[in-house]
């Protein structure tokens, strides 16, 4: 065999090692599993996409002649990258928009949102600070705060004196800075009991009160659980809560899976919650060191109540998270004009199911009203 030769037969059984690999993780994340190897795939969905149609055209280019199972694994992949293209394509600027632009800029019923999980090894808190006077936001959600990064951002309290402070020295600890008055506020452990998340009310400058729940579950990841049990049932519990009281609410923070996931889809079902970056673009918030493997994993979700007025992905704070601000617009009627997700009964069983299994897991029982923390 000549080194021409060589060459063809290696790419060939390149490309049916990459269809292969394709194929399965496109397929994975369909079944209804928590187990990281399955759920990862929800992740890369573009790259996937990417190296889909690159095993697509090696196999037709360098499979001369074409046999039957080159032409097999061609068509399989290419069903695979049609899947992974329809997953994405919510989230460019060719679909439709889900939220409406804002239609009043009104400063009294205007929200201005920064979240960023800021890594609890980063010591950049400068650059923090700094995105916060160029964003200029009204609430500061934080993730993987700890002693040190309370102490050194004190300094924020001055412009944004309502405060929830939570530090751990696990990764999860969290932390609200607000200059609009915060109601009600409690810090409670859903599921985890090393896992906090906020509870709160937020007074718009008009004088309502709208509902703000800031989450960084677990991922499903071998370094933490493995699995995405947890991850799922806080997020479908805290989805719950926000259908169950009605009123306008925001869900935000590091949630630790992609914008397209069936947990995410479900998450907005139960929640009825909107997703702003629908026609608009994916925000791809980490990770900051690698472009070429970037996903949506900080979100700011909202009920229909209100409209958009920007939405963006900041600069680098030192974190391998980019910071997302989005200011939003509370506005009446909107609930009324933009379609809110509702659930089928398919999706109300599974989000049980999701609870359940987080229960039998921690031997607990799990409500979303519970495990409130009094400190």
């Known amino acids: 065999m000549d080194n021409q030769s060589a060459l063809i037969t290696a790419l060939d059984y390149f490309s049916y090692a990459l269809a292969a690999i394709v194929i399965a993780l496109t397929a994975a994340p369909v079944l209804p599993l928590s187990f ?69 800029r009104a400063d009294s019923q205007t929200i201005r949102i920064l979240i960023s999980n ?26 993987e705060t700890d002693e040190k990064w309370i102490s050194r951002i004190q ?13 751990q020295d696990n990764a999860y600890g969290m932390a609200m800075y607000s200059r609009l008055e915060l109601v009600g506020t409690e810090v409670k452990f859903i599921v985890e009991k090393d896992v906090p998340s906020i509870h709160t009310g937020v ?31 806080e997020l479908v519990l805290v989805g719950k809560l926000v259908r169950e009281k009605g009123v306008p609410a925001i869900i935000a923070g590091d949630m630790n899976d992609v914008a397209w996931s069936r947990t995410t889809k479900l998450f907005q079902k139960i929640s009825g919650m909107l997703d702003p970056r629908k026609g608009r673009g994916m925000y791809n918030s980490f990770h900051t060191e690698y472009p070429f493997l970037r996903f949506p994993l900080d979100h700011i979700f909202h009920s229909p109540h209100f409209r958009l007025v920007e939405l963006r992905r900041l600069d680098s704070i030192g974190s391998d998270h980019f910071p997302i601000l989005a200011v939003l617009s509370l506005e009446n009627g909107a609930e009324k004009e933009q379609e809110q997700p509702e659930p089928e009964t398919e999706d109300i069983k599974e ?7 987080a229960e039998r897991k921690n031997d607990t029982k799990l409500d979303g009203e519970s495990n409130v923390n009094d400190d």
Do not use: C
């Open 36 to 104: 990281w190897p399955v759920r990862i795939g929800d992740f890369p969905r573009i790259q996937i996409a990417l190296a889909g149609t690159l095993s697509v055209a090696l196999l037709l280019i360098f499979s001369t002649p074409l046999s039957f199972f080159d032409l097999t694994a061609a068509a399989f992949a290419t069903v695979a990258v049609i899947y992974q293209v329809h997953a994405i394509l919510p989230y460019t600027p060719l679909y439709p928009k889900e939220v409406e632009p804002a239609r009043s």
């Open 118 to 143: 800021v890594l609890v090894e980063n010591d950049r808190t400068d650059r923090l600070l700094a995105a916060v006077d160029e964003a200029d936001p009204d609430v500061i959600l934080l993730a």
């Open 155 to 167: 300094k924020l309290k001055k412009s944004h004196p309502h405060a929830v402070e939570r530090p």
């Open 203 to 233: 007074r718009m400058p008009s004088g309502e009160v709208i509902r703000f729940y800031g989450v960084h579950p677990r991922p499903p990841v071998p370094s933490e659980t493995g699995e995405s049990t947890e991850r799922d049932a």
């Open 351 to 357: 989000a049980n199911q999701k609870v359940r299994e």
